[in-house]
Nanobody, 126 residues
Framework: QVQLQESGPGLVKPSQTLSLTCTVS??????????WTWIRQPPGKGPEWMGA???????FYSPSLKSRTSISRDTSKNQVTLQLLSVTPEDTAVYYC??????????????????WGQGTQVTVSS
């Protein structure tokens, strides 16, 4: 059974870089035919697709966040990492890691993803 666990700082100051980690268990991020995806949901708003990395290491980003977002992986730890530069209070959200067998750009449909992490709250505030 594939499980995803997000981790990272709960509080980040404006202008800093947010780094979140998704630890994957029950599957290999390099051999499992999946797209490891980051989705966030700001308070009172709908989910927002941020980007994904494939099992082959190809990355895909939301056009609106591409200039500030980087997704990478640590194959030795079976982890996927999200970095978001120059955060502002508008980046306050619950951040989720999710896995899907197929790639649909910008999909936030819950059923599209086989597995979701529990999410981690990130607040941007001074």
């Amino acid at each position: 059974q594939v499980q995803l666990q997000e981790s990272g700082p709960g509080l980040v100051k404006p202008s800093q870089t947010l780094s979140l980690t998704c630890t994957v268990s029950g599957a290999s991020i390099t051999t499992s035919d999946s797209y490891w995806t980051w989705i966030r949901q700001p308070p009172g708003k709908g989910p927002e697709w941020m980007g994904a990395i494939s099992n082959r290491g190809s990355t895909f980003y939301s056009p609106s966040l591409k200039s500030r977002t980087s997704i990478s992986r640590d194959t030795s730890k079976n982890q996927v990492t999200l970095q978001l530069l120059s955060v502002t209070p508008e980046d306050t959200a619950v951040y989720y890691c999710a896995a899907a067998k197929t790639f649909i750009m910008s999909s936030t449909t819950k059923d599209h993803y086989d597995t979701w992490g529990q999410g981690t709250q990130v607040t941007v505030s001074s």
